[in-house]
């Protein structure tokens, strides 16, 4: 827990503007809640022997079915109304860049340190949103958090340098490709669905995402981590 409570005050110490808050604080109440989980230990070992973090960029995998047991699923299900996929986000991330929601919740198990940067739909002006918005959490390795499906996240920022491992459990096929035959954008909303049940914007600078057409609804400072 110290070694944890250093590496915090570190974070603190190099982001002075971005007032980095603990995971634990009341305030992220707000944005989800801390899952004591009885697989948790279970989830974190797939982790650690069977992902790697790139050594550049994210690599992002939906689902793993091979992780599928019932003991995890009977456990996690009670947080979802659909059948679920387990899969996970590793990577080198240090900018806020986007944030998506989906309709339904999110948990991620952290098998390091990471920290998210988190606001809420109803921070959105036609969805727009200033990124004085957002709020930034420290998450501790070994930690679960479930995020409500109004909260405005993307990929966890990693807080040393090797970068981070996190599983994603979220509804089955969220974040898998939308089918070719999906028609034209009905409204607004629909015009932010970049994969299925995945609403994203992105900050101007993110050009990988504007260039496949993701809005660039985010101004402001575009964060960046320093760690």
């Given at each position: 827990m110290e070694k944890q409570n250093n590496r915090l005050m570190q974070l603190i110490k190099l982001n002075p503007s971005l007032n980095i808050?603990?995971?634990?604080?009341?305030?992220?109440?707000?944005?989800?809640?801390?899952?004591?989980?009885?697989c948790k230990k279970d989830l974190i070992k797939k982790m650690e022997e069977d992902t790697e973090i790139p050594q550049t960029g994210n690599v992002y995998v939906p689902y793993v079915r091979n992780w599928e047991n019932e003991n995890i699923i009977n456990e996690l299900s009670q947080y979802y109304e659909e059948k679920i996929e387990?899969?996970?986000c590793n990577g080198q991330n240090v900018m806020l860049n986007a944030l998506e929601w989906?309709?339904?919740?999110?948990?991620?198990?952290?098998?390091?340190?990471?920290?998210?940067?988190?606001?809420?739909?109803?921070?959105?002006?036609?969805?727009q949103l200033n990124s004085?918005?957002?709020k930034a959490f420290f998450v501790e390795k070994g930690t679960s958090v479930l995020l409500y499906n109004d909260t405005l996240h993307f990929s966890p920022c990693k807080t040393e340098k090797t970068g981070f491992k996190t599983m994603i459990i979220l509804s089955d096929q969220t974040n898998t490709d939308l089918e070719?035959?999906?028609?034209?954008p009905e409204n607004y909303l629909d015009s932010l669905l970049?994969?299925?049940?995945k609403y994203i914007i992105c900050h101007k600078e993110a050009e990988n995402l504007t260039k496949q057409g993701v809005k660039a609804n985010i101004i402001g400072e575009n964060f960046c981590l320093n760690i």
């Open positions: 808050i603990s995971v634990n604080d009341s305030s992220f109440e707000k944005y989800g809640k801390i899952l004591n989980l009885n387990l899969g996970y989906h309709n339904c919740n999110e948990i991620d198990v952290f098998a390091t340190d990471a920290l998210l940067f988190l606001a809420k739909t109803q921070d959105l002006e036609n969805y004085n918005q957002i070719e035959n999906t028609t034209k970049l994969k299925k049940n």
